[in-house]
């Protein structure tokens, strides 16, 4: 009988200490999960509709902070698309000047980094400031595209184009179609 017993007490510590085991593995591959939510996203079967309250992103390369994204909210649209409610982007530029960009509606892609904006796309940088119904941020070239007329507006002047691209890397605009402007210079 003691020994059964002795047998009795040892298997059952041996599935404590299993299921204890199991219960931390759980735990752990949970809590990585939130580190990565790209992974989770991955996991999700098609047709999945899940939604979040106070999305934040920040896009890094080399240990530098490229951008960062907040929205109102974002909701999965396929697996790698979120569709953001009022997004708001700060690119941080090499010479330490930054462009604050916000839409009515955007769509970031998890995979790529790239972002689509629409609806009263404004973008804001020392003195400038940008008017276009949409945008289109390029991650890997650092561009920002503006498909459709484009207004640019500062204390100087004012320019319209059909259509603007912008290096955030060299600072340098390209704008094409029908261009106009008007510019006042100070004299004093």
């Not at 902070?65 to 409610?85: D, I, M, P, R």
């Not at 708001?88 to 530029?93: G, I, K, L, N, S």
Request: glycine share 6%; charged share 20%; no cysteine.
């Amino acid at each position: 009988m003691m020994i059964a017993s002795k047998v009795i007490k040892r298997v059952l510590l041996v599935i404590m200490l299993l299921g204890f085991a199991g219960v931390v593995a759980t735990f752990i591959t949970y809590r990585q999960s939130f580190d990565e939510p790209e992974k989770l996203a991955d996991l999700l079967p098609d047709n999945t509709q899940v939604s979040m309250q106070a999305f934040e992103h920040t896009a890094t390369r080399e240990g530098k902070t490229q951008w960062h994204l907040e929205a109102e909210s974002a909701s999965f649209s396929g697996q790698k698309n979120l569709v953001l409610k009022t997004p708001a982007v700060v690119f941080y530029r090499e010479n330490g000047r930054k462009i604050y960009l916000t839409a009515q509606t955007g769509v970031f892609n998890q995979k790529t980094n790239n972002i689509t904006m629409s609806g009263n796309v404004v973008a804001r940088t020392d003195g400038y400031r940008f008017e276009a119904d949409s945008a289109e941020y390029d991650h890997n070239r650092r561009f920002l595209n503006a498909p459709n007329p484009v207004k640019i507006i500062s204390k100087r002047g004012e320019l319209v184009a059909d259509t603007m691209t912008y290096d955030l890397g060299t600072s340098r605009a390209t704008f094409s179609g029908s261009v106009q402007g008007v510019f006042s210079e100070q004299i004093s």
